[in-house]
């Protein structure tokens, strides 16, 4: 969280908008629900905010009116408050990514996408991709049951899908790193491309601020890009998902490239 680039990424959003608000880090511990529905209320009646793991399901459970996209992952990560009182949320992680995809991809719908990871992150992904008409959606995840769990919501949501392996293996149109692996440098990585082949690569992971040149994406990325694959880190992501918080929480359109710029900033 502290290496976080949100609150330089919305100050200048704030400040291309002319909006005098300000974006600020709270930290809350894990486990703790009641915490977080009484943070979500709080902020909600100063203008809303953001979650990040681990609150993302905790937060989902909280909303007393939730969109689309927050029931179909069990995850929130943006808050307001409705002209009702009512504390509502939205998941724009979906968007964010499915708006990175749908540039990755060309607006070309994907055959078959390999999503890493069955948390919030890959909750997420799996439905971008099913808005994107992907043919095939399979999970591979380090725990089994939880990629099972994520199948079958996603079949339950009329969303062809399947279990694969740990390590995954095989041929992908699009190949999606939704684990944290990559947030920390002796971390492994998420798949290796001796073993997967895909077309195209995204890793939600993004680089954090460094004087390193080599840090300007992520080392997945930089595997991807090695082997001739197309691939991007997250930061576009992350800047795309923030976008979508400013309908909610403004009622305008955000200044993408201000976002952009705002989140390149190499600060603490």
């Known amino acids: 969280m502290a290496h976080s680039r949100s609150p330089s990424m919305h100050a200048a959003a704030f400040s291309a908008l002319g909006i005098d608000a300000a974006y600020e880090l709270l930290r ?5 629900p009641e915490a977080v529905e009484e943070a979500l209320r709080q902020y909600a009646v100063r203008g ?12 989902a459970q909280a909303l007393d009116e939730a969109s689309p996209a927050v029931r179909q992952t069990g995850a929130c990560n943006c808050f307001w ?22 540039d990755l991809l060309r607006e070309r719908p994907p055959r078959d996408v390999l999503v890493l990871g069955a948390g919030g992150a890959g909750a997420a992904t799996a439905i971008a991709a099913g808005r994107l008409r992907a043919s095939k959606i399979h999970v591979a995840n380090r725990t089994p049951i939880h990629a099972e769990r994520l199948v079958r919501r996603l079949g339950a949501l009329g969303l062809p899908a399947r279990v694969e392996g740990w390590p995954a293996a095989g041929t992908f149109d699009v190949i999606v790193n939704a684990t944290t692996l990559g947030l920390h440098p002796d971390d492994p990585l998420p798949a290796s491309f001796d073993r997967v082949k895909a077309g195209f690569a995204l890793d ?4 954090r601020p460094s004087s390193d040149p ?4 992520t080392r997945w990325i930089r595997s991807a890009r090695a082997r001739g694959i197309e691939a991007n880190d997250g930061l576009e992501v992350l800047v795309r998902q923030a976008a979508a918080c ?15 710029q705002g989140a390149r900033h190499q600060g603490p």
């Open 214 to 217: 080599d840090a300007e994406t």
């Open 246 to 260: 400013y309908p909610h929480w403004f009622g305008v359109d955000a200044p993408l490239e201000a976002l952009r």
């Open 81 to 102: 408050q409705t002209v009702s009182g009512l504390l509502a949320g939205d998941n724009t992680d979906v968007a964010g990514i499915e708006s990175v995809l749908r």
């Open 48 to 59: 809303g905010g953001n979650v990040t793991v681990p609150h993302k399901a905790p937060a």
């Open 204 to 207: 939600l992971v993004y680089p």
């Open 28 to 32: 809350i511990p894990a486990g703790e």
